[in-house]
């Protein structure tokens, strides 16, 4: 399909800019002015429109296919909660910041403290900011405050976070960028960090531990109070990556079972769309002790039930400019109010029921490396298919030419050839059903003519594409 | 509730399957004594009775209010086309473009995304969008440290206050220097900029137009921060680069900034999308997302997420950022605007809001006793100078529907009668006269 830049034609516009009903002002200086003007495609509002329609067809998306993108949580997103967030276009979020202005705003300040609310009861944590603008920001934050409460006990020596090699590269990265050491502990044969090593990590000089449970292979950790209570005992605090939250909502809180910080991830445990990538939306809630180090400014609740904006002096300052991804933070706090507490719960029940019953479908024609009930996900091998030669990438590429969008691949990293199926509850068993019987075809077409894997897809406007020629020219915008 | 179709008799086959007895006996790994110890949510509710509510917050939203206010954010038209077409399923639906086969529409109109920040901001390479403006500085502040090695960042305080207060976070954690400039009135202070880059200087940091609304020529800037081997960034306001000179042009390295005012709504603070762009030796060290063209096994032109060694999911702890879903959406929609207006329109846009902002400008240093403190060009902002303290004025203001503008006191020490006041195309003449006639009554009284 051509570009936007291509359908161009010179004289030609869209929309039309309002006319002006001031004088013309004296010309801007020349020697501030651009060279020349911008350029944009000069396209009519049809063409525009046709162009953004086919391209947007021209993508698997929750609302048109199956979409078991393990770690990603691609729920349906209920309509009424779009509208929801539609509703708060047009309030400024420099009104609270102006004298008397947060009187004015007094709705959403309401529902920014609302949604802190529910997600500290439902993660068990005592307070919660919604500042973060995704998961890894939020993650980010929560280092941030971690290391904050060291500083603040006079506690300097503590230069390391330990990660276990399973978690997201969002940990890693994330505790890099607040100045941290990392340390990888291996995973055990049971099937999470490995326990021996982690107590000899364990030391002084560490200042926190990076958990996520369930675990990226949909697992949930048995061991996980003892790593807690080992983490605590050597004075380092103990963080709770909320990427694998649906699973386990209504029945495991992590502030119950010892976590000092959590981050959430709305796009993926409450039902906000995930936009093709973003925008995403990571509240981060703390322990009572770690309140003091939230970012600044807090919403507060007032003695005469008013909202205010206040200053949060010993925080770590501001991670963004206002009080979050709030748009989406509104379809949050109307999901969660939509669905209300057993529907919460119903939730993680059928997200753990859908994951199981996919496992237990697949797991006689692919190999299975952690046997045991999951949680909300399943993480298979394709390590049988790959003695005909095919790969998980093959298999991924056979099930969109059968629409279906692939499970996550080649993560995580400690499964070779990872196939990670995440189903969520919204999808009914006869769409499982279909699915299932495409991977079982799949197994067997690798066995009696892998060749036709490794050709897939055929059914996609383009084929399998040259990633190692993109890398090398890199071309990165239209010329 | 949950939007879980099946039915119990479903549930009962599946767990057959499954050799189960019931879903509770599928939450058995976990160990009693870690089950939640409370879950204290009211009931769920209807469509109906939900809307009710959210309206009601809604309402409650200020959204009344006539904003002459910034900051960073800005009130702008959009193109009813806007909100259609990023509200294709097909788009809002989908994830990060793991399979480019089945994701070539977000692939190519972030490729299209990017081409469009390019010409904007007179650079070579664009990341596929990050968080927002000033997470996008910070970003910027980080790149400039990979990429010199060195370890301390000049900030010039003309900068907007909250993305200074975000990247000053951002440099603490990693112990790097944040070095900031006083602005000399409402410039920035351009002698002591260059003055302040040394030889461990690794990127001195502009806003333009600044918070004060300033528009300034940094292309002396760059020269002296090349001639000691710093780069130059400039944070831009993306509807001004339709008459304002590029950070391209001036000689920037890396040019970033808040893109909310292409085509995303107020939306109290989000989801907006900051971008950020630079020269074509330095991509390697971008973060984020970033499309790049290529050919499929059939020769065929399609886009796929390139050099991806930087990245988070790749590089773990080594990646240029641990940023992973970005501000797709919100960057689609300020693709589509851009198309909307096109080349001349876009233009048109600057210069209505230029034309606007003069007339507000000399309208209200007409009022007695307020003048402009601004020594040059300004674009859609301006800062005056009050007879008295311009917080009580804002306040006073409010009540009669009117966001007159941002008093600086709070961000810059000794600034408290300075108001700086934004003007966008959508404000009407009416609205100017009456912000005026407004302000000279409370000045009066």
């Given at each position: 399909m051509q570009l936007i830049f291509e359908k161009s034609v010179p004289g030609r516009s869209g929309v039309r800019v309002p006319l002006s009903d001031v004088p013309k002002a004296s010309p801007f200086p020349d020697a501030l002015r651009?060279?020349?003007?911008?350029?944009l495609p000069e396209v009519s509002e049809l063409d525009l429109v046709r162009h953004y329609t086919n391209l947007s067809r021209r993508n698997f998306s929750v609302d048109t296919n199956f979409y078991p993108l393990g770690s990603c949580t691609m729920k349906y997103n209920t309509k009424v909660t779009e509208n929801a967030g539609g509703l708060?276009?047009?309030?400024?979020?420099?009104l609270p910041l102006?004298?008397?202005?947060e009187r004015l705003v007094q709705g959403p300040l309401s529902l920014v403290h609302g949604l802190e609310q529910q997600l500290a009861e439902i993660t068990g944590m005592d307070e919660v900011t919604t500042?973060?603008?995704?998961g890894a920001h939020g993650e980010m934050t929560g280092i941030m405050v971690i290391a904050a409460y060291h500083k603040a006990r006079g506690d300097e020596r503590r230069k390391y976070v330990i990660v276990p090699?399973?978690?997201?590269?969002?940990n890693p990265a994330s505790a890099a960028m607040a100045g941290y050491e990392i340390v990888t502990i291996p995973t055990a044969p049971y099937g999470d960090m490995d326990l021996e090593q982690f107590k000899n990590a364990?030391?002084?000089?560490?200042a926190a531990v990076m958990m996520t449970c369930p675990n990226t292979l949909g697992l949930f950790n048995p061991h996980i109070a003892e790593i807690c209570a080992i983490a605590h005992q050597a004075g380092a605090l103990i963080y709770y990556?909320?990427?694998?939250?649906n699973a386990i909502l209504g029945k495991v809180r992590p502030g119950d079972v010892g976590f000092d910080v959590i981050h959430v991830n709305l796009h993926k445990t409450?039902?906000?769309?995930?936009g093709g990538g973003g925008p995403g939306s990571g509240p981060v809630g703390v322990k009572k002790g770690l309140?003091?180090?939230?970012?600044?400014?807090r919403v507060q609740r007032k003695g005469d039930g008013s909202f205010a904006v206040e200053?949060?002096?010993?925080?770590?300052?501001?991670?963004?400019?206002?009080?979050?991804n709030f748009a989406i933070m509104a379809r949050a706090y109307a999901y969660i109010t939509l669905l209300g507490r057993e529907g919460l719960i119903e939730v993680s029940e059928h997200a753990v029921l859908n994951a199981n019953y996919i496992m237990a479908r697949l797991k006689g024609e692919y190999e299975l490396p952690f046997d045991q009930t999951c949680m909300h996900e399943c993480a298979f091998s394709a390590s049988r298919q790959l003695q005909d030669g095919v790969h998980a990438i093959d298999i991924a590429k056979y099930l969109i030419d059968r629409g279906f969008h692939p499970?996550?691949?080649?993560?995580?990293?400690?499964?070779?050839?990872a196939i990670m199926i995440e189903p969520t509850e919204t999808e009914s068993k006869q769409t499982m059903d279909l699915f299932i019987d495409v991977m079982l075809e799949a197994a067997r077409i690798a066995r009696e003519d892998p060749e036709a894997l490794r050709q897939?897809?055929?059914?996609?406007?383009?084929?399998?594409?040259d990633e190692t020629r993109a890398a090398r020219a890199q071309q990165v915008c239209c010329e | 509730m949950g939007y879980c179709p099946n039915t119990p008799d479903e549930i009962r086959e599946m767990l057959a399957v499954i050799g189960a007895?019931?879903?509770?006996?599928?939450?058995?790994?976990?160990?009693?004594?870690?089950?939640?110890?409370?879950?204290?949510l009211p009931p769920g509710m209807s469509e109906f009775e939900l809307m009710r509510i959210m309206r009601e917050k809604a309402a409650a939203g200020g959204a009344e209010i006539v904003p002459f206010?910034?900051?960073?954010i800005y009130d702008h038209i959009i193109p009813a086309a806007v909100d259609h077409l990023s509200s294709r399923a097909e788009f809002y639906?989908?994830?990060?473009?793991?399979?480019p086969e089945c994701s070539q529409g977000t692939l190519q109109a972030l490729f299209e995304y990017q081409s469009v920040i390019c010409r904007l901001t007179g650079m070579e390479a664009s990341n596929?969008?990050?968080?927002d403006g000033g997470t996008a500085v910070a970003e910027a502040a980080l790149m400039s440290l990979r990429i010199t090695e060195r370890n301390r960042v000049v900030l010039?305080?003309?900068?907007n206050p909250l993305h200074r207060e975000i990247v000053t976070g951002y440099l603490h954690g990693l112990s790097a220097e944040a070095v900031e400039v006083a602005p000399d009135g409402c410039c920035s202070n351009l002698k002591r900029l260059i003055d302040s880059i040394?030889?461990?200087?690794?990127a001195v940091v502009v806003q333009n137009p600044n918070f004060f609304g300033s528009v300034q020529d940094f292309s002396e800037l760059a020269v002296k921060a090349h001639e000691k081997g710093a780069l130059l960034i400039v944070s831009g306001y993306p509807i001004a680069l339709g008459l304002v000179a590029s950070p391209g042009e001036m000689g920037a390295d890396i040019a970033v900034g808040d893109?909310?005012?292409?085509?995303?709504?107020?939306?109290?603070?989000?989801?907006y999308f900051g971008f950020i762009a630079t020269r074509k030796r330095f991509i390697r060290n971008l973060p984020g997302r970033i499309v790049g063209e290529t050919i499929d096994n059939q020769g065929r032109r399609g886009y796929v997420l390139t050099l991806?060694?930087?990245e988070q999911h790749i590089?773990?702890?080594?990646?240029?950022?641990?940023?992973?879903?970005?501000?797709s959406l919100c960057a689609l929609r300020g693709l589509i605007f851009c198309a909307s207006l096109g080349k001349k329109g876009f233009e048109e846009l600057a210069l209505l809001n230029y034309d606007k902002a003069q007339y507000a400008k000399s309208s209200l240093a007409g009022v007695k006793g307020v003048s402009v403190m601004n020594a040059g060009s300004t674009f859609n902002e301006f800062t005056l100078s009050l007879p008295k303290d311009a917080a009580p004025v804002v306040e006073k203001l409010l009540a009669s529907g009117v966001a007159a503008g941002v008093p600086l006191g709070q961000y810059y020490?000794?600034?408290?009668?300075a108001l700086t006041v934004t003007v966008t195309e959508k404000r009407s003449k009416a609205e100017i006269d009456r912000l005026a006639a407004l302000l000279e009554e409370a000045l009066c009284s």
């Open positions: 651009r060279k020349e003007p911008v350029l708060f276009a047009g309030c400024h979020p420099f102006l004298p008397g202005g500042q973060p603008l995704a090699d399973s978690s997201h590269g969002t364990m030391s002084e000089e560490v990556d909320g990427a694998n939250l409450f039902g906000t769309p995930h309140i003091p180090y939230l970012p600044t400014p200053a949060h002096p010993e925080g770590i300052g501001r991670v963004s400019d206002f009080f979050g499970p996550t691949v080649y993560f995580p990293l400690n499964v070779k050839e897939a897809p055929v059914t996609t406007p383009v084929g399998r594409l | 007895g019931s879903i509770e006996e599928l939450f058995a790994p976990i160990p009693a004594e870690l089950r939640a110890k409370s879950f204290d206010i910034g900051g960073g639906t989908a994830y990060t473009p793991y399979q596929a969008s990050l968080y010039d305080a003309s900068i040394d030889e461990e200087t690794a893109g909310q005012s292409l085509g995303n709504p107020l939306s109290f603070g989000g989801p991806q060694a930087r590089k773990r702890h080594k990646a240029t950022s641990n940023i992973c879903s970005n501000q020490p000794g600034m408290d009668n």
